[in-house]
Structure formats: structure tokens, C-alpha cells
């Protein structure tokens, strides 16, 4: 398996706080957890609330989890909540079950970590999110055509759009 260096993550959380300077998101807080769970990098620009690193973390260790979107794993608590609440009870990290976690791929689709990002609306911190991995180098779940999703059992989000647009 190959890790993540702490240049590299926080390559991603910068090239995610350029994004969201463009889309004149909220102040936002981004965490990259290597690919067993662990800190890599976490970073929060000025004005980002005092929870943001629980939260980050709780998307980006929710991704790696069940190896999907954050966004993902809080339909499958809605689809499935005994499963998701024996989940949380069972796993040593923690599970936030809303949208802004992602995960971070290499070139082959190898899970190399997960970005969580948090501060704005879900849209907006996926948004983030995928622009920062990609602007790094690395692929996020989005970027794989339908047969390499079917051959790494990637689970696709639908589209992701900014809310706040007319």
C-alpha cells in the first residue's frame, strides 16, 4: 500500500482552501487521514468554528470506513440505521455522518487516504474537497470511468452542485 506524505496532504488542503476562496465559501477546515485512519495533515483558515477538527475528522475516518463519500455514508445510515448505529458503536474512530468526506485515490485507484473537509453547505464542501485532490495530483472517486468503477467497487456519487447558484 502506498502512504501519503504530509507534503501531499497538505498540498490537498491547500489547493481545497484555493477552491473554496473561489467559490467564496465559508471559512472552511480540512483534515487528510492516511489510508488506517491516521492525521496526516489538518489545517483551518481564519474564522472556521472550534469543532471543525471532530467534525473534518469524523467525515474523512466515515469515508475510509466503508471506503465511499461521506455523502454516501450518511444514505446508507438512512437506508440502513440499525447497521450504521452497530457501526459506530463497533469501530475505533470516529463516524460523522454527513457530506464532505472524501477519498483520496492514486493514479491505479489504490485508497491512499480521505480528505474531510467541513464549514460550509455539503455541496460546497465536496466541491472542495475533489477540486483539492485533484489540483494535488490524485484522483478522487468522480474521476473513474463506469468500468473501472465496476473492476475497484467504487460507489459514485450523483452530481455535486453548488446550491447557492440560481
Same mark, same amino acid.
Given at each position: /500500500?502506498?502512504?501519503?506524505?504530509?507534503?501531499?496532504?497538505?498540498? @490537498?488542503? %491547500?489547493?481545497?482552501?484555493?477552491?473554496?476562496?473561489? /467559490?467564496?465559501?465559508?471559512? %472552511?477546515? $480540512?483534515?487528510?487521514?492516511?489510508?488506517?485512519?491516521? =492525521?496526516?495533515?489538518?489545517?483551518?483558515?481564519?474564522?472556521?468554528? @472550534?469543532?471543525?477538527?471532530?467534525? $473534518?475528522?469524523?467525515?474523512?475516518?466515515?469515508?475510509?470506513?466503508?471506503?465511499?463519500?461521506?455523502?454516501? =455514508? %450518511?444514505?446508507?445510515?438512512?437506508?440502513?440505521?440499525?447497521?450504521?448505529?452497530?457501526?459506530?458503536?463497533?469501530?475505533?474512530?470516529?463516524?460523522? %455522518?454527513?457530506?464532505?468526506?472524501?477519498?483520496?485515490?492514486?493514479?491505479?485507484?489504490?485508497? !491512499?487516504? $480521505?480528505?474531510?473537509?467541513?464549514?460550509?453547505?455539503?455541496?460546497?464542501? &465536496?466541491?472542495?474537497? !475533489?477540486?483539492?485532490?485533484?489540483?494535488?495530483?490524485?484522483?478522487?472517486?468522480?474521476?473513474?470511468?463506469?468500468?473501472?468503477?465496476?473492476?475497484?467497487?467504487?460507489? @459514485?456519487?450523483?452530481? !455535486?452542485?453548488?446550491?447557492?447558484? &440560481?
Amino acid at each position: /500500500m502506498r502512504s501519503i506524505t504530509m507534503d501531499q496532504s497538505l498540498s @490537498i488542503i %491547500l489547493n481545497t482552501f484555493k477552491k473554496a476562496e473561489e /467559490m467564496q465559501a465559508y471559512a %472552511l477546515a $480540512a483534515i487528510v487521514l492516511d489510508a488506517g485512519g491516521r =492525521v496526516k495533515a489538518f489545517l483551518k483558515q481564519d474564522g472556521a468554528s @472550534i469543532v471543525r477538527f471532530e467534525i $473534518a475528522r469524523g467525515k474523512a475516518f466515515a469515508s475510509l470506513a466503508l471506503h465511499r463519500s461521506s455523502r454516501q =455514508v %450518511l444514505q446508507k445510515s438512512r437506508e440502513k440505521p440499525p447497521f450504521m448505529d452497530t457501526l459506530r458503536d463497533i469501530v475505533d474512530g470516529p463516524i460523522f %455522518l454527513e457530506a464532505g468526506g472524501q477519498l483520496i485515490r492514486d493514479e491505479t485507484g489504490e485508497i !491512499i487516504g $480521505a480528505l474531510g473537509v467541513t464549514g460550509d453547505v455539503n455541496e460546497v464542501d &465536496d466541491l472542495c474537497a !475533489i477540486a483539492g485532490i485533484q489540483a494535488a495530483g490524485f484522483k478522487a472517486d468522480s474521476d473513474f470511468t463506469e468500468a473501472e468503477c465496476k473492476r475497484l467497487n467504487i460507489k @459514485i456519487d450523483p452530481p !455535486i452542485v453548488d446550491p447557492r447558484k &440560481d
